[in-house]
Structure formats: C-alpha cells, structure tokens
C-alpha cells in the first residue's frame, strides 16, 4: 500500500510500504479521506524531526470489525488518541485523560490504517466525508472541547488570535454559537475567510494596533475571551491585554513557556488561563448534534486534492493561506 512520507525540507513522497497487520482489538480501515493539520509541518519541514503523516480521516472498515459490531464497508470516522479502554476516564470517553494513552501520531496519510476498536467513531450517513472528518478529528474537536469549557455568553467578544485551521475553526464554532468573535491574523486571505466563517470584524496585525483597536470595537470593556491560537509566547502575551476584567484566555496554541506575572496578568483582573488538549471521543456525538442544529464544519474545507498530490497539497497548505486541506482516496 501507498503512505505519505515525509522527507524534510518540504519534501513529500508516496512510498510502497507493507500493508499492517491485522491485531487482537484492531480494526482495518481503508482511508477515504484525510485532513492535513498544523501539527504536521514540523515533520514536513525539518528532516529527522518526529513524523506525523496523517491523524484526522474517515475510511471504510475493510476487515476485523464484525466483532466490534463494525460490518465491512461501515464508513468511520478515526480518533487519533484512544485509551486503554479499561479506566474511568476511559469509561467516560475521555481517552486523553487515560494514563496509558497512546498519542497523536497515527499515520493515517495512508491507504490503509490499523486502529484500535474504541476508537472508532461511525458518523451519520448524511455527513459528507469532509463533515465526517471534522467531527471525528481534531479539526473541529479542539475547537468544541474548548468552546464547552469556554461557555460563552451570546453577544460577549471573542477574539481569536491566529487564524490558521483551529483558529478559523473557533471563528465558525463561536460565531455559530452567538459570540461577536474579533478574528487577528497577518493573512489577507485567512482574515478575509474568517469573516465568511462569520468573525464580525477583523484585524492584520501588521497594520493595526490590535489592542487599541479590539478597545474600541468592544467599547472599551475588552474581550470577554481571548481564544490564543498561534502558540507564539509574544502572542500569549498580547492575549492577555486585550482580555476583559474578569474575562478567559483559552490556550489553543501549543506553546513551550512564556513568563507571566500571576499578580498582575490574572489574580488582580480576575483573569482565568485555561487549556485543552484535544478533544473526548465522545464529543463527536455532540459535534454531529450540532451540525444537525445547522453548523456546517465543511465550509473549513477550502482545498480537497487526490492522495495521489500529497506533495501539492502539502506546499498549498504549508503556504499559510488556506483553511483545513483534505486528501481523498476515494
Ligand atoms: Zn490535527
Ligand atoms: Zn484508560
């Protein structure tokens, strides 16, 4: 079978390589299509650094399911983190939490993927498979477990600082859910595609004083939430002076360190910090709920190529123009 690898410096190749063997609790899945993520282009650009071709697909069960109540052909949508399947965390579907979980890093930029049973999420027939994907995955995931941690309030001031993928993704999810969501970017077409995702306003951070800028646009109380979605420690810190008293950043971006004052970045103005790492296997069912309410997580989807051009797809994506890329086997 083919898989993508990566070569570093930006170097894509299909490689034949053994097809996996079927194992006791695992499931065969033929892929029909996959997303592209930020967290790939480490591995895509700096040769020798850990891969990660591939952990947000949906494919056909092609064989060992019956078991599992999976039949041949069942179409699903695969986590990328799952659990021991044993703990409580496990039993309540928060596979991140489990203490023998296994990571991100599931090569699914393949034809063929072998995946545990428990991680397997059978989304409803009327999802395209770019739907598909983003209820399964992280596209959409990261953004929903986050906004259920968020709860904002209709009408309060998101900003989003960052608007590759995830960031466009908060834009959609907030704005959907009733927030007057600030989008901030240096991309003219990624600021322009938030607005269509519905950000009321946008800002380049290139041209703008973005603090002065989002006072103004919330009539000076600032933003309620400031979604942190770039990972950047200097972005970090802008988060925190255009958050309200008594308002949340919500780390989105992963981020090595950066120095904060607890005095004066959050005890003094009633400030919350909060992270979320992935998202639970069982919030897919609720994401599915929502686009039953009307979201359309597809409108993500801006690029769609065959598996065949994953090399093109990638250098599109690596361009930092686009919202969520998909390959297709289908
Ligand atoms: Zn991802
Ligand atoms: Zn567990």
Redesign the pocket.
């Known amino acids: 079978m083919k898989r993508v690898h990566f070569l570093g410096q930006a170097k894509v190749e299909l490689r034949d390589v053994p097809a996996p063997n079927l194992a006791e609790g695992r499931v065969l899945v033929r892929i029909r299509c996959s997303a592209l993520c930020g967290s790939e282009l480490g591995a895509y650009r700096n040769a020798g650094m850990n891969g990660n071709p591939g952990h947000e697909a949906v494919g056909l069960v092609e064989e060992g399911g019956e078991k599992f109540g999976f039949a041949k052909g069942t179409r699903v949508g695969l986590h990328a983190v799952w659990?021991?399947?044993?703990?409580q965390?496990?039993a309540e579907g928060k596979?991140t939490w489990?203490?023998?979980?296994i990571g991100i890093g599931q090569d699914f930029h393949s034809e063929l993927a072998l995946v545990p049973a428990q991680a397997l999420f059978r989304p409803p027939e009327n999802l395209t498979d770019a739907e598909a994907v983003l209820v399964s995955g992280d596209g959409l995931g990261v953004c929903y477990h986050m906004a259920k941690r968020l709860q904002v309030k209709p009408n309060a001031f998101v900003v989003v600082l960052g608007l590759g993928p995830v960031g466009l993704g908060h834009v959609m999810l907030q704005a959907f859910l009733g927030a007057r969501v600030i989008g901030l970017d240096v991309s003219p077409e990624r600021l322009a595609f938030a607005k269509d995702l519905g950000a009321q306003s946008v800002l380049d951070v290139r041209t703008v004083d973005v603090v002065k800028a989002v006072k103004d646009l919330t009539g000076g109380q600032m933003a309620q939430v400031v979604v942190e979605a770039t990972g950047r420690p200097e972005c970090v810190k802008q988060a925190f002076s255009m958050v309200a008293h008594g308002g949340t950043i919500a780390q989105s971006g992963e981020c090595g360190s950066v120095t904060v004052s607890p005095s004066e970045d959050l005890i003094r103005r009633d400030v919350g910090w909060v992270g979320g790492w992935y998202f639970f296997f069982n919030e897919s069912t609720e994401m599915v709920d929502l686009v039953r309410k009307g979201l359309q997580p597809g409108r993500l989807v801006t690029h769609a190529l065959p598996f065949k051009d994953a090399a093109q797809a990638f250098a599109l994506f690596a361009g930092g123009k686009t919202g969520k890329v998909l390959l297709t086997n289908a």
Do not use: L, P, T
Not at 83 to 87: F, N, P
């Open positions: 659990g021991c399947g044993k703990c965390a496990c596979y489990c203490e023998s979980r």
